[in-house]
């Protein structure tokens, strides 16, 4: 992972802001959901992505009752 070179406060609130040229280049517009994730002692920021809730897949995902579902599990229900 690449330091970025930008350091940041964060606020009362436990806030902290995005550096426009940072969300510029990641594509991260007002909005939209970002996932936080903890890997040993780093805080991690991701754009949300859904994945499967059966098989955490990213590929070929379609929505179905707010819950996510690969076209791979999908089929395996299928032929149940």
């Not at 994730?37 to 991701?46: F, H, K, S, T």
């Not at 859904?50 to 070929?60: A, K, L, W």
Request: hydrophobic content about 35%.
């Amino acid at each position: 992972m690449k330091p970025a070179g930008v350091v940041r406060k964060v606020d009362q609130l436990g806030r902290i802001v995005l550096p426009k040229s940072l969300r510029k280049r990641y594509q991260m517009n007002e909005g939209d959901p970002v996932e936080i994730l903890v890997q040993g002692d780093q805080i991690i920021l991701e754009r949300y992505r859904p994945r499967c809730v059966f098989c955490s897949s990213m590929e070929g995902i379609t929505e179905y009752k707010n819950r996510y579902l690969c076209a791979r599990c999908i089929t395996e229900m299928k032929a149940l």
